[in-house]
C-alpha cells in the first residue's frame, strides 16, 4: 500500500508542478528533455546495482516496450501541457485518468476478453460524462472550448496507450528487468525530446531546465511505484484508488492554490468520470 500512497502523491506533483510552470517555462521541450534525463539517470540509479544480469532472455522485449513507450510518454505530456494550458489542471487531470479505458478496450478487442456488467456500465458512464463535457451549450462556452474538448480527448487516448505499456509489461514482461524497462522508456522520451530540442532552436532558460528536474523526480517515481504496488496489490485495487486519489488531490490543488472553478455541468462530468474509473475497474 506505500507504494500505492508514492504513486499518487508522485502522479499529483507531476500535473501540479506542470501547471505551476504555465506562467514560468518558455521552451517546453526543454524542459520535458529535462524531465526524461533527470528520469533516465534515476532509472540507471536504480538498474545498475543489478548489473552483471544472470539472465538476459527478457532483456529484448524489455528494451522494445520501453522505446516504444518512452515515444508515447513524451506524446503525453506534450498534450497534458497544452490542456492544462487551455482547461486547467482538474479537467485534464481528469481525463488523463480516464485514459484506463483504452486498456479496458484493449482486453476486450485484442485480448477477447469478455467485460463484466459493471464495466459495461463504467463505459457507458464514461461515454456520458464526455458528452456532458464536450456537449455543453453554445451560451456556456468559451472561446477555442472546442480545441480544447478535442485535445482532452486526445489526452484521453495517449494517456490510455501509456497506461497499457506498464500494464503490458507488468502482465508479460520479467519482472527482475523492470528496473530496465523504465530506463529504456525514459531514456527513449530522453532521446526524442532532445532531438526536438535541437531541431526548434530555441533558447533554453534556468527555469526550463529547473522545472524539467523538478517534474522529472515525481514522474520516475510514479512509473516505478506504479509497478511496484501492481507486483503487490490486485490490479482491481490499484487503479480505481491511484485514479481517484490523483484525481482528488490534483483537483484541491486547482481550487485552493489556481482558483480554478468548474461549472456545474462540468462538475457533473468529472463525478460521473470517477464513478466510471470505479466501475472499470471492478
Not at 30 to 52: D, E, G, I, Q, S
Request: charged share 10%; hydrophobic share 60%; net charge positive.
Amino acid at each position: 500500500m506505500l507504494y500505492l500512497i508514492i504513486a499518487i502523491l508522485a502522479s499529483s506533483s507531476v500535473s501540479i508542478l506542470m501547471r505551476w510552470s504555465e506562467r514560468h517555462v518558455k521552451n517546453n521541450y526543454a524542459m520535458f528533455m529535462a524531465n526524461y534525463f533527470t528520469c533516465a539517470v534515476t532509472a540507471f540509479c536504480f538498474a545498475a546495482p543489478k548489473l552483471p544480469l544472470g539472465d538476459t532472455s527478457g532483456l529484448p522485449f524489455a528494451g522494445l516496450l520501453g522505446l516504444v513507450g518512452g515515444a508515447i510518454f513524451l506524446l503525453n505530456f506534450v498534450i497534458l501541457k497544452k490542456c492544462i494550458g487551455a482547461s486547467g489542471v482538474m479537467l485534464s487531470s481528469v481525463f488523463m485518468k480516464l485514459g484506463v479505458i483504452v486498456p479496458t478496450l484493449m482486453a476486450v478487442l485484442v485480448f477477447g476478453e469478455s467485460p463484466t456488467a459493471m464495466q459495461l456500465i463504467g463505459l457507458a458512464a464514461a461515454v456520458a460524462a464526455i458528452l456532458i463535457i464536450y456537449l455543453e451549450p453554445k451560451e456556456q462556452r468559451s472561446h477555442g472550448a472546442g480545441s480544447a474538448a478535442l485535445l482532452l480527448i486526445a489526452l484521453l487516448v495517449i494517456s490510455g496507450f501509456a497506461e497499457s505499456m506498464t500494464n503490458i509489461y507488468d502482465k508479460t514482461g520479467v519482472a527482475e528487468l523492470k528496473d530496465f524497462f523504465l530506463l529504456f522508456n525514459f531514456s527513449s522520451a530522453l532521446l526524442i525530446s532532445a532531438a526536438i530540442t535541437a531541431f526548434k532552436h530555441e533558447r533554453i532558460a534556468p527555469l526550463d531546465i529547473v522545472f524539467g528536474v523538478m517534474i522529472g523526480i515525481p514522474n520516475y517515481f510514479t512509473s516505478r511505484c506504479l509497478l511496484l504496488a501492481l507486483g503487490s496489490l490486485p490490479a482491481v485495487v490499484t487503479y480505481p484508488i491511484y485514479n481517484i486519489g490523483a484525481i482528488v488531490l490534483i483537483s484541491l490543488a486547482g481550487m485552493l492554490i489556481f482558483r480554478e472553478r468548474l461549472s456545474r455541468r462540468k462538475l457533473i462530468g468529472i463525478l460521473l468520470i470517477l464513478a466510471a474509473l470505479v466501475l472499470l475497474n471492478i
